[in-house]
């Protein structure tokens, strides 16, 4: 294609531009997408369950873990479902995007948890463990905080594939698992179930 240009004193210059169709650009390098990785958030005292379906509301993967306790009142006694880490939930989103702000300007979200508040990613298998334990209805108690100790995987059963640190309570073998990053743990037992180094 020929296009004409008028010159600033009346003469005129005609220019080959080639048609669209065969001007070379070079590609746009498109980011790689973000990974998605699991996180914890540190919420104010008994909010974990509102939080947790704000952040549903938003569109944001979050994990509240809970676990049936039986509490007594003075005329009765009742079943209820209580946060398996007091204060804590987990979301899963990519590192870079507006996420993070949409989590932090949730009501009653006080932290990402990790250095500087800007929250350290959690390994997957610690966030799997507890989804399964979760998603089968095992039951858990409270367990203090391991770091150390034989890691194993169970083999077989409803809690096959479970992770967690061999560990005996009261005569009983137990599996304990633990989220480092926030350092709580809960235990199962595991008696009857075969276990292999993880």
Known sequence: MVTTFV???????????????HVYWPPVSAPPEAPWLWFAIQTRPRHE???NSELREKGINSFLPLHREKRRWSDRSQWVELPMFSQYLFVRMPI??????????????????????????????QIESLLAM?????PTVSHEFLRVGQRVRIRGGVLEGIV???SAIRNE??????????????????????????
């Open 164 to 166: 967690g640190i061999l």
């Open 49 to 51: 369950k509102k939080v």
């Open 134 to 138: 979760v998603s089968r209805g095992i």
């Open 7 to 21: 010159a600033e004193k009346g003469g005129a210059l005609s220019v080959l531009i080639p048609s669209a169709a």
């Open 96 to 125: 870079s995007g507006d996420s993070r702000l949409r989590v932090l300007q949730t009501t009653g979200v006080v932290q990402f948890v990790g250095a500087t508040g800007r929250g350290v990613p959690i390994p997957d298998d």
């Open 173 to 198: 073998k137990s599996l304990v698992v633990s989220v480092d990053l926030i350092q709580k743990s809960v235990a199962i037992r595991i008696d009857g179930f075969d276990v292999e180094p993880a």
